[in-house]
T-cell receptor, first 114, second 111 residues
Framework: NAGVTQTPKFQVLKTGQSMTLQCAQD?????MSWYRQDPGMGLRLIHY???????DQGEVPNGYNVSRSTTEDFPLRLLSAAPSQTSVYFC?????????????FGEGSRLTVL | AQSVAQPEDQVNVAEGNPLTVKCTYS??????LFWYVQYPNRGLQFLLK??????LVKGSYGFEAEFNKSQTSFHLKKPSALVSDSALYFC?????????FGAGTRLTVKP
């Protein structure tokens, strides 16, 4: 039962470096999303996708890119890392494109930008 | 845009006592409301949801939540708290496809 798998679990970057956080799900879910979690701020939505080839911005999209070429994968790209992007990142998925399904979360990726 | 508020950063209860974690919501249409729990260094786990129907929703681990449309609230409850219930709890609302979360409430259950 893999569910939602995120890699890497931990990453340290220098300011200006780029990297990709990987997210894969094996539940054939159409909906996938990326959140960041910061103390006292809960989870904030970065980007989401309702199916392959379709992505949209969430609350805090600046500095991040996504693409959805397959149903299974939804990578999050940091183009030029900044200290403000130090956070814990969660990928989540849910079945269908509807709005009544609960999200299934990965275990998180902890990113530190120096 | 839809939003939820969790007015308490921290809730402390004694083991065996009832617990309540509060949540209020704001939506323009029908609310689809969720509760999640997060244990240290883990992802969020789904507890329960309200879509339609009975205002009292039962979920995992003995938790339940009461939907109140007039007060725009969706409070999480449990009749008898356990030490193992200590965790971070998030309320969430889903209206237009994306799900928005509250800031979270840290529940501590003391023996």
């Amino acid at each position: 039962n893999a569910g939602v798998t995120q890699t890497p679990k931990f990453q340290v970057l220098k300011t200006g470096q780029s990297m990709t956080l990987q997210c894969a799900q094996d539940m054939n879910h159409e909906y996938m999303s990326w959140y960041r979690q910061d103390p006292g701020m809960g989870l904030r939505l970065i980007h989401y996708s309702v199916g392959a080839g379709i992505t949209d911005q969430g609350e805090v999209p600046n500095g991040y890119n996504v693409s959805r070429s397959t149903t299974e994968d939804f990578p999050l790209r940091l183009l030029s890392a900044a200290p403000s992007q130090t956070s814990v990142y969660f990928c989540a998925s849910s079945p269908g494109q509807g709005i009544t399904g609960e999200l299934f979360f990965g275990e998180g990726s902890r990113l530190t930008v120096l | 845009a839809q939003s939820v508020a969790q007015p308490e950063d921290q809730v402390n209860v004694a083991e065996g006592n009832p617990l309540t974690v509060k949540c209020t919501y704001s939506v323009s249409g029908n609310p689809y409301l969720f509760w999640y729990v997060q244990y240290p260094n883990r992802g969020l786990q789904f507890l329960l949801k309200y879509i339609t129907g009975d205002n009292l929703v039962k979920g995992s681990y003995g938790f339940e939540a009461e939907f109140n449309k007039s007060q725009t609230s969706f409070h999480l409850k449990k009749p008898s708290a356990l030490v193992s219930d200590s965790a971070l709890y998030f309320c969430a609302v889903r209206e237009f496809g994306d799900m928005r979360f509250g800031a979270g409430t840290r529940l501590t259950v003391k023996p």
